[in-house]
């Protein structure tokens, strides 16, 4: 029998069709200020990524917004992409085990999960403050049933690697029962843990990579995340950068 205690700590929202988990979610906490929501969709019209991306939002694939009101100060809110992260690195994971695949999947920093290869899931992060509270939206999309064709890089879905009769309830009640447990993680030890665990499925460490950080290009080796979750790459010279945000790219690929 399924687990659903998480419903007793969130509101489930369900749409057939919206432009967007994110922008409900946002909505949402315009006008309600407490307790915290789950936004799911089946479909939506005006899906988006990082940075003003399209993401292409076909029936099948998971769209979900989480909406927490629990005024996380603004200094520690990146942190919450690596708590969501883990909790979606667990549910490919479990439900390729249970496929009995065993395919590589790893976490791309800062926000994609990636099997074989390739993008599987996204995550986008957005606030609203208002006086002196703020209210955070962890929105996620992995890719179920379809891949979408309008991503200029690699992409793939769990149906593409062999996972198939997968219902979205299941995939839903898996992903909040696993975010719930980082998020004890995260509250109990803090950050200093999460990173710990999240390095060990880092995609490229130790390697050569690329960040554009908006300003410039730098290429270094991959040393790890810093204690507010920036990338720190160490470059020809021996030289550390730390980046708090920007695009990777692995010496494969050209795109992030």
Same mark, same amino acid.
């Given at each position: ?10 509101? $489930?929202?369900? #749409? *057939?069709? %919206?432009? &967007?988990?994110?922008?409900? !979610? ?59 992260? $883990?909790?979606? #690195? *667990?549910? %490919?994971? &479990?439900?390729?085990?249970? !496929? ?157």
């Amino acid at each position: 029998m399924a687990n659903l205690t998480w419903l007793k700590k969130y509101n $489930l929202l369900i #749409f *057939d069709e %919206i432009d &967007s988990t994110n922008s409900e !979610a946002l909505r949402l906490a315009r006008v309600c200020r407490i307790g915290n929501f789950v936004v799911w969709a089946r479909s939506q019209t005006s899906g988006r990524g990082r940075q003003g991306s399209v993401w292409e939002s076909g029936r099948g694939n998971l769209f979900l917004s989480i909406l927490l009101n629990e005024n996380i100060p603004i200094s520690k809110q990146p942190q919450m992409s690596f708590v969501t992260a $883990l909790a979606a #690195f *667990d549910l %490919i994971y &479990s439900l390729t085990r249970k !496929a009995s695949l065993s395919p590589d999947i790893k976490l791309k920093w800062p926000n994609d999960i990636l099997v074989n290869g390739k993008k599987i899931s996204g995550i986008l992060l957005e606030s609203l403050s208002f006086n002196d509270n703020t209210s955070l939206v962890v929105g996620i999309g992995v890719n179920v049933k379809t891949t979408p064709d309008n991503v200029n890089q690699a992409i793939t879905s769990l149906a593409d690697e062999g996972v198939s009769n997968v219902e979205l309830e299941e995939v839903i009640n898996n992903f909040i029962l696993n975010f719930e447990k980082y998020c004890s993680i995260w509250q109990q030890s803090g950050f200093i843990e999460i990173r710990k665990l999240w390095l060990k499925k880092a995609a490229k460490l130790n390697e050569v990579i690329s960040v554009d950080d908006g300003k410039d290009k730098i290429t270094g080796i991959f040393k790890d995340i810093d204690f507010s979750g920036g990338i720190r790459l160490r470059a020809a010279d021996g030289k550390i950068h730390s980046l708090p945000a920007g695009q990777v790219f692995f010496g494969d690929d050209n795109n992030e």
